[in-house]
């Protein structure tokens, strides 16, 4: 009975013991969870504002002058083409037309034109140039004699040298080249911003500013096509190149360095830090 009474007893004790290890530590471990939580929730949250801090003195910094007048080809590009819808809308109020078939193809065709209004120009074209091209040559066309035709019909001669200058202006816009064209289109500024002299292509501030309108491009670029790895590499060269190119100029001129790197958009930790291959241009 002794035993039997004793061993109840003892068991009793090691289910109570059972009960409060089973118990009391799941409560703490709850609690540490939901801490872990809170202090996980906290640093994402601190990460997220370090990182729109970072964005907003990004954009700060690089809002200068020259940065500001390059030709972006996405912006340019997005803002000449028509969206489906629009070409939509424009074929049917075409097809749907009272008028002749005619008139019809001429709205049509007037629905769908890209337009051209940027100011500037391919090639090397300079604006004056195209106003001389598009303004006065088909006004000085038009005064000229040609013969039976021009005295019969000068209306019509007038209207076709309108035409063929607008076609010729539409062709050599920049609006309607393509990327390359662009990239030329700003490097020739950067020439024209930053060469000490007419011409000069190879000081150290042109080259560092070719560099960074090619950074800036590869830039667009990787920021929709992530796993393009390969230009990725060739963006990391290019970042290299440039502080190689600037810690040039900083050996040859102080005062030249720290405003090419004002009007670039750069800071020192830029050029003189550690340059990795990043995994995602932001």
Same mark, same amino acid.
Request: with cysteine; proline share 2%.
């Given at each position: ?38 202090? %996980? ?25 020259? !940065? ?27 097809? *749907? ?34 106003? !001389? ?96 790895? *390969? ?7 290019? %970042? ?23 009007? !670039?958009? %750069? ?8 340059? !990795? ?6």
């Amino acid at each position: 009975m002794l035993r039997s009474f004793q061993s109840r007893q003892q068991t009793m004790l090691g289910m109570a013991a059972v009960r409060a290890i089973h118990t009391t530590p799941a409560t703490s471990s709850k609690r540490r969870l939901s801490n872990r939580k809170a202090e %996980l929730e906290a640093q994402r949250a601190a990460e997220a504002e370090a990182r729109e801090r970072a964005k907003e003195q990004l954009r700060r910094l690089k809002d200068t002058d020259f !940065l500001n007048s390059l030709v972006r080809p996405s912006k340019l590009f997005e803002s000449t083409q028509i969206s489906q819808q629009d070409a939509a809308i424009s074929s049917s109020l075409a097809f *749907q037309s009272k008028s002749s078939a005619n008139d019809g193809a001429q709205s049509f065709e007037a629905g769908l034109k890209r337009k051209a209004d940027s100011g500037a120009y391919a090639y090397h074209i300079d604006p004056r140039d195209m106003d !001389l091209i598009s303004e006065v040559a088909p006004k000085a066309a038009s005064g000229v004699d040609t013969g039976f035709g021009h005295s019969i019909m000068p209306e019509a001669i007038n209207k076709n040298g309108e035409i063929q200058a607008d076609i010729v202006r539409r062709i050599a816009a920049l609006d309607n080249a393509n990327a390359k064209a662009v990239s030329k289109h700003n490097i020739s500024k950067a020439v024209n911003k930053f060469g000490r002299s007419d011409g000069d292509s190879g000081s150290a501030e042109v080259q560092a500013a070719v560099w960074t309108i090619r950074i800036n491009s590869l830039e667009d670029h990787l920021r929709s096509n992530n796993k393009d790895h *390969q230009n990725r590499r060739t963006y990391t060269k290019l %970042l290299h190149k440039r502080a190689k190119m600037l810690k040039y100029l900083k050996r040859e001129s102080l005062e030249r360095y720290y405003l090419c790197l004002k009007q !670039l958009g %750069l800071t020192k930790a830029m050029v003189e830090g550690e340059i !990795l291959i990043p995994k995602r241009v932001e």
